[in-house]
């Protein structure tokens, strides 16, 4: 019987092996996401700001609400959006009441861009997990749930 405690000589311990794994798998799975984001001259996070921002359509998300609902952040959140609104994916506007709060809503060619993507994108998650079954991937959700959950805000 092997010794599943100990970690393999090519890591420091059994943290970094798990770590590194996590790293391996995500830029493995990033790769087929980028692969259909690319065709549509967009990043992933862009796309995940155009469907938070679909969510709460008609209404908008105050700048810093939207950054902070972002899958991974986003450091340079104006650039992001520059380049949304530049395609007319998305519509800003500053608040008459406090100028320094920028309210952020998905325009009708970005609502009619996530249309397009949306069988896209189900079939790039088939692609990246469709091998798994239903169990293990419960199991595997529940698990990164648990492991991020201490470095959460």
Not at 36 to 57: G, M, S
Not at 107 to 124: D, F, I, K, Q
Request: proline share 6%; charged share 30%.
């Amino acid at each position: 019987m092997t010794d599943t405690s100990a970690s393999s000589p090519r890591f420091d311990s059994l943290e970094q092996e798990a770590y590194l794994n996590l790293w391996r798998t995500y830029d493995r799975l990033r790769a087929i996401e980028d692969e259909l984001f690319d065709r549509f001259d967009l990043t992933a996070q862009q796309y995940n700001a155009l469907r938070l921002l679909k969510v709460v359509h008609p209404g908008t998300l105050p700048t810093l609400k939207l950054g902070s609902k972002l899958i991974s952040r986003a450091p340079d959140m104006t650039r992001l959006l520059d380049k949304l609104e530049k395609r007319n994916l998305i519509e800003r506007q500053r608040l008459p009441g406090n100028r320094r709060v920028v309210e952020v809503g998905i325009a009708p060619a970005g609502m009619a861009l996530l249309e397009e993507l949306a069988p896209l994108v189900l079939e790039c998650h088939r692609r990246q997990l469709g091998h798994v079954d239903p169990t293990t991937l419960q199991e595997l959700v529940t698990l990164l749930h648990r492991v991020r959950l201490p470095h959460e805000a």
